[in-house]
T-cell receptor, first 113, second 115 residues
Framework: SQTIHQWPATLVQPVGSPLSLECTVE??????LYWYRQAAGRGLQLLFY??????ISSEVPQNLSASRPQDRQFILSSKKLLLSDSGFYLC????????????FGEGSRLTVL | KQEVTQIPAALSVPEGENLVLNCSFT??????LQWFRQDPGKGLTSLLL?????REQTSGRLNASLDKSSGRSTLYIAASQPGDSATYLC??????????????FGKGTHLIIQP
């Protein structure tokens, strides 16, 4: 069966520090991968998605970047965190657009102080 | 651009009641609609996926219906239990949504089932 892992689960970082959140999927090949952010009182916002190795699409301009170095690995990064980067970050995957059921990881809680 | 509204925003009911959660969306040209559950501090768990050609899907005590032409979906929970307490989100998928999956999320209905 397919599983998705995210880490770290919780992170407290000072403003200006770097960030790396990692997501891996097991039990499937060539998944579409997604990074979402959920801020308090707001809906889910799609940040990045990837349909293949090295292929990254950004949905919103921001202080973050994403990379997909391997088929089932998706990384969210920042060189210098801002206070506004605080939030709950969720990785997700499916096997195709428009028809594929979307599955989420457990999330990473980021607090920038 | 797709917009999704979920009503009510919050609901608190005693155990055993049958519930209906509502989801409306502005662009009816969707491929599918997915219902999720989110427990506090956790990721989203997929409950039901309805393809645009389907009218409803059932899983245990959950039944989701889709009326694509009117831009509505409902999630029916039968014989509610305290373990059903969570936030429920709907997400229609289509070309007017974002990203490769085209999903647009509502803000959810926060459900509390009182024992």
């Amino acid at each position: 069966s397919q599983t998705i892992h995210q880490w770290p689960a919780t992170l407290v970082q000072p403003v200006g520090s770097p960030l790396s959140l990692e997501c891996t999927v097991e039990g499937t090949s060539n998944p579409n991968l997604y990074w979402y952010r959920q801020a308090a009182g707001r809906g889910l916002q799609l940040l990045f998605y990837s349909v293949g190795i090295g292929q990254i699409s950004s949905e919103v301009p921001q202080n973050l970047s994403a990379s997909r170095p391997q088929d089932r690995q998706f990384i969210l990064s920042s060189k210098k965190l801002l206070l506004s980067d605080s939030g709950f970050y969720l990785c997700a995957w499916n096997l195709g657009p428009n028809t594929g059921e979307l599955f989420f990881g457990e999330g990473s809680r980021l607090t920038v102080l | 651009k797709q917009e999704v509204t979920q009503i009510p925003a919050a609901l608190s009911v005693p155990e055993g009641e049958n519930l209906v959660l509502n989801c409306s969306f502005t662009d009816s040209a969707i491929y599918n609609l997915q219902w999720f559950r989110q427990d506090p501090g956790k990721g989203l768990t997929s409950l039901l996926l309805i393809q645009s050609s389907q009218r409803e899907q059932t899983s245990g005590r959950l039944n989701a219906s889709l009326d694509k032409s009117s831009g509505r979906s409902t999630l029916y929970i039968a014989a509610s239990q305290p373990g059903d307490s969570a936030t429920y989100l709907c997400a229609p998928g289509g070309d007017s949504g974002g990203g490769a999956d085209g999903l647009t999320f509502g803000k959810g209905t926060h459900l509390i089932i009182q024992p």
